[in-house]
């Protein structure tokens, strides 16, 4: 997909393997919301998601792997997930959808986050959508900023509704 | 799906068909925002945005009739679109979103678009849906307080970005 330069070896973006789901759910984790809500213990439930998605075309679950020379693939130390949506709206637009985009803490201000939007954003044009979006918890104001200056707009409120009992 | 007597007739919900296709377009377009967005001069993109959400188990397109007399399907007064959508984060939840939702001007202030909500949180717990979410524009403040009402929490920011040159 593709492979950057940076402090400590290569980054090389790739589509997750079942093998990747720890890394995954460890950078999942480490963060200040995520911590209450990611549990390592039982991985059940994270290998079926990772089928659901892995089935589906219109999903797609990247890792970046670190590569201290440049010739293995690299344990994963960064994830996000890209999906596809149809829509009716906006004369019919295909939009893509950005979640759970996450750098492990100790490469964190080397631009790697940057390289995966902006990797994404070409995919989705790539993929004919007319519309990226995502949704970032109020309380992230870094991340807000670091998306305006990737170009996106804040324009909108983002609601949601906990379904479990 | 669901039947709601409602004054005029009885509203019930049902799967969108490629025949309500004008309807949803008119009342995607009938909107501030939507007005500037949609246009009914081509309907080729919804048509094969229609198609692609058919094909699609995890999207659903749904309208709402209104029947005069209880024994027809009625003319699309309403729409919206679900989506159910897998993802790795908060233990390989698997994630409801809500789009489009539109009830005719003529119609609003019944209740309909609560009916319909309703209908969809409904629809996301049985298929086990954790969480559902939807975005709208910060200038649709009424919205807000309709989803508030409902239980949504405006929890995030959401962010776009226009992919079409």
């Not at 209450?36 to 219109?58: K, L, S």
């Not at 959808?97 to 954003?121: C, F, H, P, Y």
């Not at 309380?139 to 990737?150: G, N, Q, V």
């Amino acid at each position: 997909m593709f492979t950057a330069d940076v402090d400590g070896g290569t980054f090389r973006l790739r589509r997750a393997t079942r093998a990747d789901l720890p890394a995954m759910v460890r950078l999942l984790a480490d963060d200040a919301l995520g911590a209450g809500r990611e549990t390592a213990q039982d991985m059940e439930p994270y290998q079926r998601a990772f089928e659901a998605i892995a089935a589906d075309p219109n999903h797609l679950l990247v890792v970046g792997g670190l590569v201290p020379h440049g010739d293995a693939e690299g344990a994963a130390v960064a994830t996000f997930q890209l999906s596809f949506l149809p829509g009716i709206s906006r004369q019919g637009a295909w939009r893509s959808q950005l979640e759970g985009v996450r750098v492990d803490a100790s490469l964190r201000g080397q631009g790697l986050g940057k390289l995966m939007v902006e990797w994404a954003i070409a995919e989705s044009r790539r993929r004919g959508c007319s519309l990226m979006q995502l949704t970032t918890h109020v309380s992230r104001t870094a991340a807000h900023r670091f998306y305006e200056r990737l170009g996106f707009e804040a324009s909108h409120v983002g609601m949601k509704l906990p379904l479990q009992d």
